[in-house]
């Protein structure tokens, strides 16, 4: 059985008494324009509804039915890998890896963790709303960084700390966060969203032993597909 997100419930319940009311008003007219209208109101307005369910759905992914390989970092995000660059990223102690993922409406728009790992900071920052495509909206729109402490002791090279970090697009307003410092996420598990057209962005340190398995252009499912995968413990933390 399919489920939907629970950020769902406003958007939906908003839609449906707007398409209620509105035919209802119609239809106390009593007059032909009256009951006609309102059938046009139910068959145009069918399409929004149907459309919100389809955006939140919520699919079962790897994750749900299987324990996921301590080596292992999964998708944050449905989407297109848009780009893989080196960058300096002060909070994880300079050299770092950038994994984008770019997510249409189309796309499944939960985000889950890559890893098991406990939440260390939520740091949101407010900004602009340009489209996801665009490079300058990485820098320029209103964003949500989660800082993860991946579970050491796992016989793997995990690094101390990664980036999980939801990003705002043209049509996307609301960026949902259901987690808190000091939560212990297991991998593939859900923390939250970003509503209608965004950009997601998994963030590691540049390391020896981390191999990208992730390629640009390539299409991935959060909670399924392995981005990057780290190679026996020849190093530790970082």
């Known amino acids: ?18 398409l209620i009311v509105v035919s209802a008003a119609a239809l106390i007219t009593g007059t032909v324009v009256g009951i006609l209208s309102a059938g046009v109101v139910a068959v145009l307005g069918l399409p929004v509804p149907i459309f919100l369910l389809s955006f939140f759905r919520d699919p ?34 300079g050299k770092a890896v950038k994994i984008g993922i770019f997510l249409s409406v189309f796309n499944v728009h939960i985000n889950r963790s890559p890893c098991k790992a406990t939440v260390a900071d939520v740091q949101y920052t407010p900004g602009k709303f340009l489209n996801a495509l665009r490079a300058a909206s990485a ?6 960084e989660v800082l993860l402490e991946p579970k050491q002791d796992t016989g793997v090279g995990l690094p101390r700390q990664i980036i999980v970090r939801q990003i705002a697009g043209v049509l996307a307003r609301r960026i949902v966060c259901d987690t808190k410092v000091g939560q212990m996420l297991d991998s593939g598990q859900r923390f939250g969203m970003i509503k ?29 597909d392995v981005l990057v995968q780290w190679t026996a413990d020849r190093a530790s933390g970082g």
């Not at 059985?1 to 707007?18: D, N, Q």
């Not at 209608?196 to 399924?224: D, H, M, W, Y």
């Open 196 to 224: 209608f057209g965004s950009r997601t962005e998994l963030i590691v340190p540049k390391r020896e032993n981390l191999k990208i398995i992730a390629r640009v252009g390539q299409k991935v499912k959060a909670g399924s």
């Open 139 to 144: 820098e320029l729109n209103e964003s949500n």
């Open 60 to 93: 079962s992914r790897r994750a749900d039915r299987e324990s996921i390989p301590p080596d292992q970092m999964l998708a944050p995000a449905d989407g297109k890998i848009t780009d893989i660059t080196e960058v300096d990223h002060p909070r994880l102690g």
């Open 1 to 18: 059985m399919l489920k939907f997100a629970p950020y769902a419930k406003t958007e939906v319940l908003v839609v449906s008494i707007v």
